[in-house]
């Protein structure tokens, strides 16, 4: 798997779009990159995936840069549930998902 | 609801005791997984089952044994464990091991 850099922690306040970084330079042509979250105490959650293209859903949109070095996972409007640790994870479709530190972000009110 | 169910939720367990963990997935996926949870570190990957095949096995030790009977239910049996193992132990699912993974709620373990 691409090794992905994310930031430790960030903050947003309720209301306002969440912007979450990760850096996979390394990535191979093949590779997806993924986001989970973690709520506190409870399993994580599958958010989004994109390869090439950009991607939303009802939870989120995910941004890849052209070169695909880098994404960005958009929560339109944040709340005070979306406080959770967001993982960035560059899978290959012939690989296992590998979690790492993740993005501990914290709403706001 | 994810469609993946752990039990127990909570378990607390001497070091001389075995027990064992239950998942189930009502999903129709080929694939289960057992990720370990230790606290402030990343998850870890333990075990991965494939159509009730391990295919992967990532130098856990062998007091944690792994049961796949069939593709809807994954066991993890453990015995003679010891305190440092004590985490949150979670089970996935995936359509196949390329697949998008869905977790359950995980069982929280402690080890006296």
């Known amino acids: 798997d691409a090794k992905t850099t994310q930031p430790p922690s960030m903050d947003c306040a309720e209301g306002r779009a969440a912007n979450l970084p990760c850096n996979h330079s390394t990535i191979s042509g093949n590779e997806y990159v993924y986001w989970y979250r973690q709520i506190h105490s409870q399993g994580p959650q599958y958010i989004i995936h994109?390869?090439?293209n950009n991607e939303t859903n009802e939870m989120a949109s995910l941004i890849i840069t052209e070169d695909r070095k880098s994404s960005t996972l958009i929560l339109p409007h944040a709340t005070l549930r979306d406080t959770a640790v967001y993982y960035c994870?560059?899978?290959?479709?012939?690989?296992?998902?590998?979690f790492g530190k993740g993005t501990r972000l914290h709403i706001l009110p | 609801e994810t469609g993946v169910t752990q039990t127990p939720r909570h378990l607390v367990m001497g070091m001389t005791n075995k027990k064992s963990l239950k998942c189930e997935q009502h999903l129709g996926h080929n694939a289960m997984y057992w990720y370990k949870q230790s606290a402030k570190k990343p998850l870890e990957l333990m075990f991965v089952?494939?159509?009730?095949?391990?295919?992967e096995n990532n130098s856990v030790p062998s007091r944690f044994s792994p049961e796949c009977p069939n593709s809807s239910h994954l066991f993890l049996h453990l015995h003679t464990l010891q305190p440092e193992d004590s985490a949150l132990y979670l089970c996935?699912?995936?359509?196949?091991?390329?697949?998008?993974?869905?977790f359950g709620e995980g069982s929280w373990l402690t080890v006296v």
């Open positions: 994109g390869l090439k």
């Open positions: 996935a699912s995936s359509q196949d091991i390329r697949n998008t993974i869905y």
């Open positions: 089952y494939s159509l009730e095949e391990r295919v």
């Open positions: 994870i560059a899978e290959n479709r012939d690989d296992k998902i590998i």
